[in-house]
């Protein structure tokens, strides 16, 4: 049996009900092959994939909260530190009810290759909580934050571990995160980011994930003697990632018709109006019913999954940036049946897969999200660099770089696809090109 394979059944073994985990490790062990061949030896002997899908620290604690009525909330509480081999461990923090331990380990599982392929100094961590936000008061959800805080500051530090936002956790959350940190450490240093702007946050962060995307997307399609202008792109999600993406698509040329919440989805065959989105999401906080009824272009369907959902629109491009597994075997021939040729992941493993298999093999160009949305957790290093200086940069100092790391990041991919046998995979050449440059430093710091 291959080395691979074995990890992979110790892991399964190890971790029988963490199916997210499970399927996120097999996605990244199964196109490693070649790249451990080269130094199979070494590796086994050190244990080096045993100890690459353990995390390094899995902390679990309680959240007990008030709510407005008075009454005690309790809520579990995470942060897996999985790896610190080239940088202080980061990774998001977030909260939705379906945050259980195997959520949380695919993410930083995941973290630890797509931080590596930024080229910056991170290690991959996540963290966050069952704790919903959605229909909390503002004072329930400081309330929820303090709480959290005050345990979980006890494992962080601006040099040890630097959470940042995620599903469920925006700036409101972070800002009341920081405040707590501060109040029980007496130190204001870096310690989260996506905060605001005037307590150390960095310009451009809120963009930085969907703006990623598109630039990522926009190399990827210019490789392959293709662009940007004039071409439909289908989009999920209606949160941070989705918006930032639209807006970029319109500014990169495209047309953006297609974006969803958890409850329903639009089409709208004029493109997405990203101001009315931005205010019915990011101000009211409200559904996307309150989009279709003040945009007369736009179609609602109620249900994500509803009349075929966002995939069945016929599109040259698809950005699924709402969740994990929400693109299956069947929206993905869907897709290729309308003519989609490339695909870009805005969320962490949004694609299952047999979906993605099913990309390959149709010849789609399909880009995995641990390189395709780096650019948040990119632009949040960039944040720690500016706390670390005292320094704020501006808007276009940070949009520039981000750029500059997206299109080396895409080099990087295809490169290594190239360098390992399979040109255009860029699965393979994101998961070996993250995983070399995390075992070399595994190798020379020894074994932990
Ligand atoms: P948000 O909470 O801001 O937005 C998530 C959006 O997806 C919401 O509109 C939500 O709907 C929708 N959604 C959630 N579940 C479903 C579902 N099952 N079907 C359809 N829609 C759904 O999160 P982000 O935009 O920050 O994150 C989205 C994804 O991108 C996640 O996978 C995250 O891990 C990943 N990511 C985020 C980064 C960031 O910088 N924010 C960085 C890298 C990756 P509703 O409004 O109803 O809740």
Redesign the pocket.
Known sequence: MSYTSEVLERVVAQNPDQTLFIQAVKEVLETLSPAIERNEKVYRQNALLERLTTPDRQILFRVAWVDDQGIARVNNGYRIQFNNAIGPYKG?L?LHPSVNLSTLKF?GFEQIFKNSLTGLPIGGAKGGSDFDP?GKSDREVMAFCQSFMSELYKYIGADVDVPA????T?AREIGYMYGAYKKLTGLYEGVLTGKGLSYGGSLARTE??GYGLLYLTKCMLEANGSGLDGKKVVV???????TYAIQKTWQLGGIPVTC????GWIYDPEGIDVALLKEV?EVRRARLTEYAAERPSAVYHAG?HSEGGVWSVPCDVALP????N?LDLNDAKMLVANGCKAVAE???M?TTIEATKYFQENGILFCP?KAA?AG??ATSALEMTQNSERLSWTFDEVDSKLQGIMANIFTNVNETAKEFGMAGNYVAGANIAGFLKVANAMEAQGIL
């Open positions: 998001g977030r993410l959605k936002g995620d599903i469920g925006g930085a994930t999920s999600g209606a949160g941070n990632v989705a969803c919440d958890s409850t999401k994500t940036c709402a969740t994990q929400e805005g969320a962490n949004p999200g949305n948040g957790v």
